[in-house]
């Protein structure tokens, strides 16, 4: 037995190398069944170059592959065409606004002014007065965009 060849392990490598050739060849099989796949669709596609693929939108706004008639043609002035919010028209606004100190904590530097007419209460500061009023009293005031909507300032006394 120790002067035979071990056939055992012959066998094996040249088992492994036969799966290996196989699977070699199955993979260039499969390449080449691909590509000629791929000639299949490239020969038997639809096509005919760009005029195919071109798509038109009507005068309805519908996309149609028919080319515009040129006679219905309008020519429009793209200074003419607004992008975004259209501007809004100045619109004259009394800036000064009346009202009556509807509640004001002195300790705290801050009260509410309700409006006459209306009836909205606007949040005012001390530092938004030009004089110092007090509960009840009627003011003159002014509306200014705040971080939580319109404060009054330049409040003083009316």
Same mark, same amino acid.
């Given at each position: 037995?120790?002067?035979?060849? =071990?056939?055992?392990?012959?066998?094996?490598?040249?088992?492994?190398?036969?799966?290996? +050739?196989?699977?070699?060849?199955? !993979?260039?099989? %499969?390449?080449?069944? %691909?590509?000629?796949?791929?000639? $299949? !669709?490239?020969?038997?596609? /639809?096509?005919?170059?760009?005029? =195919?693929?071109?798509?038109? &939108?009507?005068? =309805?706004?519908?996309?149609?592959?028919? /080319?515009?008639?040129?006679?219905? !043609?309008?020519?429009? @002035?793209?200074?003419?065409?607004?992008?975004?919010?259209?501007? +809004?028209?100045?619109?004259? &606004? @009394? /800036?000064?606004?009346?009202?009556?100190? @509807?509640?004001?904590?002195?300790? %705290?530097?801050?009260?509410?002014?309700?409006?006459?007419?209306?009836?909205? +209460?606007?949040?005012?500061?001390?530092?938004?007065?030009?004089?110092?009023?007090? $509960?009840?009293?009627?003011?003159?005031?002014?509306?200014?965009?705040? /971080?939580?909507?319109? =404060?009054?300032?330049?409040? +003083?006394?009316?």
């Amino acid at each position: 037995m120790e002067g035979k060849p =071990n056939t055992t392990s012959s066998l094996a490598r040249s088992s492994a190398t036969f799966s290996k +050739r196989e699977k070699e060849k199955k !993979r260039l099989q %499969k390449q080449k069944e %691909k590509a000629v796949r791929k000639e $299949e !669709r490239k020969a038997n596609a /639809p096509g005919g170059g760009l005029d =195919n693929m071109m798509a038109y &939108v009507d005068e =309805n706004g519908m996309i149609t592959d028919t /080319p515009p008639d040129p006679t219905k !043609r309008v020519l429009i @002035d793209a200074s003419e065409i607004e992008l975004g919010i259209p501007k +809004r028209e100045e619109v004259e &606004v @009394d /800036p000064e606004h009346q009202g009556k100190i @509807d509640f004001f904590d002195t300790s %705290k530097g801050f009260g509410f002014i309700r409006e006459n007419g209306s009836q909205e +209460r606007y949040f005012v500061h001390v530092s938004g007065m030009m004089e110092e009023v007090g $509960e009840g009293d009627k003011v003159i005031f002014e509306l200014e965009r705040g /971080p939580k909507g319109m =404060n009054a300032v330049k409040v +003083r006394k009316g």
